[in-house]
């Protein structure tokens, strides 16, 4: 059965760069042919999308994240993480990893996600 | 505001039947799949309909989802106080490139 786990740190002062990292276990996130996403929500709002990346390495973002967002693939311990630098207040949400179907389709399944906190 | 326009939210007693609303543009869900998903208070969303009417596996057919022209429309029938969740439409828009996600509807099971 896959799973999803995030994990990373719950604060981050302003400025500095957020990272997390997603565990990928039940499939291989090299050979499954399916795309893994962010998605983070912050607190009593709605779900925005941050970015997706596909096995191959291809990487498609929000353009109104693109320039402080990274995502990558490390196949070797089969995880995904998120970097994203310069980090505000604004930034603060529970942050959720997820398989994609394709670019195009549905989320499923999602980890349990993470908060994460901005504040000095 | 978001691009996918939901009803904040909507309430129906129990055994009764509810209709949420996602309303979008042709950019969007006139032109992808909508998937709907459902978020109990402290837990992720999960998976409820996808590619606009489908259900996965272990989803009730109490649950459904239609698509017509620029809108989506959850419905789910025999309401349980169990159902009490917000539920939110997404979809991918191809002119701004990016997925979107309605405002989310909180459920009420009265």
């Known amino acids: 059965q896959l799973q999803l786990q995030e994990s990373g740190p719950g604060l981050v002062r302003p400025s500095e760069t957020l990272s997390l990292t997603c565990t990928v276990s039940?499939?291989?996130?090299?050979?499954?042919?399916?795309?893994w996403a962010w998605i983070r929500q912050p607190p009593e709002k709605g779900l925005e999308w941050i970015g997706t990346i596909y096995y191959t390495g291809s990487t498609y973002y929000n353009p109104s994240l693109k320039s402080r967002v990274t995502i990558s693939t490390d196949t070797s311990t089969n995880h995904f993480s998120l970097k994203l630098s310069s980090v505000t207040a604004a930034d603060t949400a529970i942050y959720y990893c997820a398989r994609a179907w394709d670019l195009f389709n549905w989320f499923d399944p999602w980890g349990q996600g993470t908060l994460v906190t901005v504040s000095s | 505001q978001s691009v996918l326009t939901q009803p904040p939210s909507v309430s129906a007693a129990p055994g009764q039947k509810v209709t949420i609303s996602c309303s979008g543009s042709?950019?969007?869900?006139?032109?992808?799949?909508v998937s709907w998903y459902q978020q109990f208070p402290g837990t992720a969303p999960k998976l409820l309909i996808y590619d606009n009417n489908k259900r996965p596996s272990g989803i009730p057919d109490r649950f459904s989802g239609s698509k017509s022209g620029t809108s989506a429309t959850l419905g789910i029938t025999g309401l349980q106080t169990g159902d009490e969740a917000d539920y939110y439409c997404a979809t991918w828009d191809s002119s701004l490139s990016v997925w979107v996600f309605g405002g989310g509807t909180k459920l009420t099971v009265l």
């Open positions: 042709t950019s969007n869900i006139g032109n992808n799949y």
């Open positions: 039940g499939a291989s996130i090299s050979s499954s042919h399916h795309y």
